[in-house]
Structure formats: C-alpha cells, structure tokens
C-alpha cells in the first residue's frame, strides 16, 4: 500500500512540515507520507518509525487530513461549578468544618472531606491537585503578621521619609540599629557546589564565649557603614556610640533615624543628645522596616556571616570588620528610598500593612 501520487505543491508543504513543524503528531504523520510517497512499504516504514501498522495505513489513507483532530477527550466529570466549590473548601480550615482530629487539609484528607459533603461523587488525588492548580489554590506555609499600634505612624513614617528624600542643609541624617546577638555558632549560608555536595558544618557546639553585639549607624550622605562591638547592649554603650559619631561630624546637627528600644529613649540619652545638637527621631512602633540600615544588616549577616563556624569572638569580628571596609569602599550616597512604593501614598495605616 503506497499514497497517491503526491504533486510538486504538496511535496514542498510536506517537507516544510517535516524540518519546522512544532506539533509531534503532525510532523509524523509528514514523514510518514513522505516516506510513503518516496516509494517505503508500509513494513518499512514501522520499522523506522517505531509505529503501528495499522497507524501507517490510516496516515496514508487520510493524506489530506495531516493535522490530527482532536476530539477534546472524555468529557469532564466535574463539572464548572463544582471545581469552584472545591476551591473554596481548600481555602477553609478543618476547623470551620468542626474538624478537630487535625489543623490543615491534605490531597486525600480534602478528597475524602469533598465526598462527604457530596460535593462529587469520587476524586482521585491527582485530579484534586489538577483542579487545584488550574484555580490557582498553591500550598502555602502560614506567616505572621504585626499591626503598629502607633496613633502618630503615618507622621513619624513622612517624618523619616521627608529626611530620607531631602536631608537637612544644617546636618546629616544617620541611621541607627543593633546587630544580634553574634553568637560563636555554625550559620547556615548559602554557596555554589557540585550538584547534590553541599558543605558540611558541625551539628553541634557549645556557647561557652557568650553572646556580642553590635551598634550600627548608616551615613546616608557618604553610604558608609560605622559600628562597634560590645558585650552589652544597655543605654551606656548606646550613649558610646552616640558620642562617637557626635566626634566623627562636629560642627553638624545630627539626625539620628532610630526604633523604639528601651535603652535609646533613656532619660541621660535624651538629655546628652540634647545638649549635643543630636535629633532622635525615633521610627514608628513596629515600623523598624522603615529604617534603612535593615538591609545593611541583612547584607552583612548574609555576605559575612552565613556559611560560617567562628570559634572564637575576635576570629568573627575580623570577618565583619573585613566585610565593612570592602564595602564602604565601594558604596555612595544613599538616595531614593522606595520611590514606588505604595507607603508614599498611605494617608492612615492599613489593616496587615506589615
């Protein structure tokens, strides 16, 4: 059995099909007219394709028909209306149910609990987790949220934000927080390997060395980065460091961009800062997120300290200051704080905003 002969127009559309066509089926079923029409017996050409005689004959047969048809499968079971029932449930909780046995529904806790309420007779758990997806219903690890009970947030927040994008003429802003606790401890880091060798750190140690911390300040004219260690962290080292800066710039006024820890609003802090020509201004109540030296933090902890095992405080602190100058050399003035955010245009704070 061989295919009709085959004219000059539909050999070229045939070997056009051949080298471009994107749908398997249907590049084929082209080779199999060609090699059809080049003279191939059927026998032949199911050895070369690895395909079924029966499929070689029917693909002859209906030359003109090179694109399959398809038929769209078996109809669907559930219905429209159904999935997006399903979907909702998913969103649920057993509890809303008064399920108390357990707290979060899997494929076949959900199936099991689908059938029940009669939502669909039967539901496998793939076809749960096809529906699912198409409904755009992800498994999701729960997260935590912290709403400001600050009545003066959104002032505080365009307070900070005002210094951030047009810092005063007659000083400097600086931005001030702690690092820590620095513990001697292996840090879970992040580094390339070969494939399936990640780098190993010892599982367990001992903290016999104590905790340090560490106080920041971010010089947003310059980017450059300032810090001290300590082993503590109360109102006298805050009121070091302040001391520090305030030698670092005399002559200019000092606004210093803070959270709302304890030891930075004592009564001795606040008057020296008085006294000094030194601004707090303290950030919102769970508005930290809002002081820009949380991503120097991050960076540091990443870049610095992440993959390591430290085994002693002075080893650690080497590490950290080694990263501080490499990159205050390489850093510049600190402008547009998020610029596009959707907190420039806050007018009073929004549920779960944090």
């Known amino acids: ?28 079923r082209a080779i199999v007219v060609l090699m059809s029409a080049q003279g191939q017996t059927v026998k032949d050409i199911t050895m070369l394709m690895q395909v079924g005689e ?10 003109d028909a090179l694109n399959p048809k398809w038929n769209g499968g078996r109809a669907k079971t559930i219905s429209d209306e159904a999935r997006e029932h399903i979907c909702l449930i998913a969103r649920t909780s057993p509890a809303d149910w008064k399920i108390t046995a357990f707290s ?3 494929l076949s806790k959900l199936a099991e609990h689908l059938i029940k309420q009669k939502v669909t007779t039967a539901i496998s758990r793939e076809t749960l987790r096809r529906i699912l997806r198409e409904g755009k219903v992800s498994w999701k690890t729960t997260t935590t949220w912290k709403a400001s009970n600050d009545p003066e947030f959104i002032a505080k927040m365009h307070r900070v934000l005002t210094l951030y994008d047009t810092p005063p003429a007659d000083g400097r802003v600086i931005c001030v927080d702690e690092f820590g606790p620095l513990n001697l401890m292996p840090r879970k880091g992040k580094a390339w390997g070969r494939v399936k060798r990640p780098r190993r750190l010892r599982a367990t140690y001992n903290r016999y060395g104590g905790v340090m911390h560490m106080l920041a300040a971010l010089d947003l004219a310059t980017g450059k980065l300032y810090y001290r260690i300590r082993p503590r962290k109360r109102w006298r080292e805050f009121l070091g460091l302040l001391k520090a800066l305030r030698a670092r710039w005399p002559g200019e006024k000092l606004y210093l961009v803070l959270d709302n820890f304890s030891p930075r609003k ?13 601004q707090l201004v303290f950030l919102p109540t769970y508005g930290s997120w809002l002081n820009w030296i949380e991503a120097e933090s991050a960076a540091l902890g990443y ?19 080694a990263y501080i100058r490499w990159r205050n050399a390489r850093t510049g003035p600190k402008t547009n704080f998020a610029p596009a955010s959707p907190i420039r245009s806050w007018t009073e704070y929004p549920a779960k905003a944090a």
């Open 104 to 106: 979060t529904w899997s």
């Open 266 to 278: 004592h009564a001795k802090v606040r008057a020296w800062a008085a006294d000094n020509d030194i």
């Open 54 to 63: 029966d499929y070689v004959r029917d693909v002859i047969h209906a030359f």
């Open 303 to 321: 870049f610095a300290l992440n993959g390591t095992d430290h085994r002693s405080h002075e080893e650690r602190n080497a590490a950290i200051a």
């Open 1 to 28: 059995m061989f295919v009709r002969p085959v004219s000059m127009e539909e050999g070229r559309k045939l070997q056009r099909i051949s080298r471009s066509a994107k749908d398997p089926v249907k590049l084929r």
